[in-house]
């Protein structure tokens, strides 16, 4: 007896063994950066500072905003969002995350904030996944956060901000093929009231960021910069109302 109980916990240790290396390998196939955006912003413009990517607009900071990424993807993919953000006022920064995944670090925030004790104002956001542990910071942090921006993504049931004043803007696509505009309208009850929503048309979930082509989304009609200065149109128009 004592034989067969010892077979089987070396099988299950097995089984957990293969499965934690085949999720970190699984994990390390990460969506890059595209050329275009190395084109359009300049990789040497991209400054690294401890373990996030920092955008910095110079003296004057209107406020901070953290941009949480999307499942494996690269930080470094948000970064024409960041540009542009910071080149009208904002403080811009976007995580490395552990194993590429933010469910894994959902409270970096934390020392992201603490770094920058002179902002006096932070608003929070993401991408995909990333949206979604954005928005659980915010709702476990509300007196920290000033607002939430959600990029292809919703909250997830445990951050339900219906009966919240949390300032919310969530912005979809059209042919998102992951965070579909049916999913947006199905989790729109876990929104603040009166939050914002905006649809980008012909927009789909990988022009979130600026990584290529991604599994299971559908194909964008309208191109990746494009998308991209419409998310930056609509994030200032949303946080210049606040201001």
């Known amino acids: 007896m004592k034989k067969i109980i010892k077979v089987a916990l070396i099988i299950v240790l097995a089984v957990i063994i293969a499965g934690g290396a085949g999720f970190y390998i699984w994990a390390q196939a990460t969506y890059k950066p595209s050329e275009e955006l190395f084109k359009l912003i300049g990789e040497e413009n991209i400054r690294h500072e401890n373990d996030w990517i920092v955008f910095d607009p110079g003296a004057v900071k209107k406020a ?31 995580p490395e995350m552990r194993l590429n995944f933010s469910i894994l670090e959902g ?8 770094h920058y004790p002179e902002i006096e104002r932070w608003y929070i956001g993401g991408h995909s996944l990333g949206g979604v542990s954005a928005a659980t910071y915010a709702f476990n942090h509300a007196d920290q956060i000033d607002g939430v921006i959600l990029l292809g993504s919703y909250p997830s049931s445990g951050s339900d901000f219906s009966d919240s004043t949390m300032p919310m803007l969530s912005i979809y696509a059209e ?3 992951l965070t579909t505009p049916g999913k947006i309208e199905k989790t729109r009850h876990l929104l603040s009231d009166g939050a ?11 022009q979130f960021g600026m990584y290529g082509p991604q599994k299971g989304d559908n194909h964008a009609s309208i191109p990746p910069q494009r998308q991209q200065d419409l998310i930056v149109k609509e994030i200032l128009r949303w946080l210049e109302a606040r201001s």
């Open 107 to 114: 409270n970096k925030a934390d020392e992201l904030i603490e």
């Open 175 to 177: 042919k998102d093929g």
């Open 64 to 94: 901070g905003i953290i941009i949480y990424p999307g499942a494996k993807v690269e930080p470094e993919a948000y970064s024409y969002l960041g540009g542009r953000l910071a080149e009208n006022g904002y403080l811009v920064l976007v």
């Open 196 to 206: 914002d929503l905006y649809g980008i048309e012909g927009g789909n979930h990988a």
